[in-house]
């Protein structure tokens, strides 16, 4: 018997797979500049230097940019091996700090994105620096005990990172200075006899040196003539009312200036208020005031205990004596006669705490001195920490 054999037919169902590839983003650097540089102000434009790749994309179908913080800069399509380039004015940017960024996208739009952080900052420059006491052509006789006073800043450095030293032209450098902060204070004795060019002088970190000089002259010194002021002569151009880092009891004084051409002796008149008693106290010695020039009277003679103040009198600044409000006050210049030599009234929206307040050294007569006005709080730093520039001539007022 015979059985038909039927052909057996194998379908294969074929599932049809598809492999989705996900592509990796590409890659970007910054090579220059490095990041947290530092960029002086000045050095007009920059090179910004970077590298991209990606896999399998050609480097011409990639597409670049650069920014620095939201402002996009001109870029350049990257070169055969993937380098890309563009400029930076940096005088066309702020002092502060900058994001710089690269920006790189592929066909598929994956992006990546590198960042350096820069700083502006000002230009090189040399430390500004200024002798502040004694007044320039300062004659003092041989031996004395002179105390030389200055202070230095810089544009780029911490005060605190500046190094400074005295110099006279005479002597060659002086030693036993005190400096920090951007002040320096040399007392000394041992100045040799003749005339001094005496040098500050600041040097910061990138080696650049300020300095400023004055002339002292030590040696015989003939006696001035001497005069009694007339009303108006001798003026209040600086007070110290409200010290801050000092007790008021020990670093009050009050600045007064010489609008004559001679020397003038305020010693034995009266200083003291407008108050029934007033306060007051009649002012011990001669205190010489120079022509054209200061002197400080002073609730404590002692640098050191009164804020830094160079002092030429002494105040006895006790209950009955004489003191300076901190509200509403006078201060008051007068002979022993009652002949007022100058008068200022001022009010406690006039005090400014741990700065003294001064005339305008435009302003510095009998009749200008009287409008509050032409006064302002001072902003130079003395060495106990409150501001004032007594003995030398004032901040202006802008």
């Not at 002796?265 to 029934?276: A, E, P, V």
């Not at 600044?317 to 001022?346: C, F, H, K, Q, W």
Request: charged share 20%.
């Amino acid at each position: 018997m015979w059985r038909a054999v039927l052909p057996v037919f194998l379908v294969a169902c074929v599932q049809e797979n598809s492999l989705d590839v996900r592509r990796e983003p590409p890659e970007a650097a910054i090579t220059a500049p490095l990041d947290g540089a530092f960029i002086e102000h000045d050095v007009g434009v920059i090179p910004l230097l970077g590298n991209v790749s990606d896999l399998p994309d050609l480097f011409e179908t990639l597409t670049i940019g650069w920014t620095v913080g939201d402002a996009a800069l001109d870029s350049f399509a990257p070169a055969a091996d993937g380098a890309v380039a563009s400029s930076l004015d940096i005088t066309a940017l702020p002092l502060g700090l900058h994001t710089i960024s690269l920006f790189v996208t592929d066909s598929d739009d994956n992006t990546a994105q590198a960042s350096v952080t820069v700083e502006v900052i000002a230009p090189s420059a040399p430390p500004l620096v200024q002798i502040t006491a004694p007044a320039d052509d300062s004659q003092f006789v041989h031996a004395a005990s002179i105390t030389f006073t200055g202070t230095a800043i810089d544009a780029n450095d911490d005060v605190n990172d500046l190094a400074l030293s005295w110099a006279s032209s005479i002597d060659g450098p002086l030693s036993g200075a005190t400096s920090g902060g951007g002040l320096s204070f040399l007392t000394t004795t041992s100045l040799s006899a003749g005339e001094h060019t005496i040098v500050l002088s600041a040097t910061d970190l990138d080696g650049d040196v300020g300095s400023d000089s004055i002339v002292v002259f030590v040696g015989e010194i003939e006696d001035p003539p001497i005069d009694e002021p007339d009303p108006g002569e001798i003026i209040f151009s600086e007070l110290m009312i409200n010290p801050s880092a000092h007790e008021d009891e020990v670093a009050e004084w009050v600045e007064v200036y010489n609008v004559g051409d001679t020397t003038l002796d305020i010693g034995g008149y009266r200083f003291h208020d407008l108050g029934t008693p007033p306060d007051e106290y009649t002012l011990q010695g001669s205190v010489l005031v120079p022509p054209h020039g200061y002197a400080v009277l002073c609730a404590n003679l002692d640098p050191q205990v009164n804020g830094g103040a160079p002092c030429d009198g002494w105040f006895e600044r006790l209950p009955g004596s004489m003191a300076l409000g901190n509200n509403s006050d006078e201060v008051v210049l007068s002979r022993l006669d009652g002949t007022e030599i100058d008068r200022l009234v001022y009010t406690g929206s006039w005090v400014a705490p741990g700065m003294s307040v001064g005339l305008d050294p435009a302003r510095l007569d009998g009749t200008q001195n009287d409008d509050i006005a032409n006064w302002c709080p001072q902003v130079s730093v003395m060495s106990g920490g409150d501001k004032g520039t007594p003995g030398v001539e004032n901040n202006p007022c802008e």
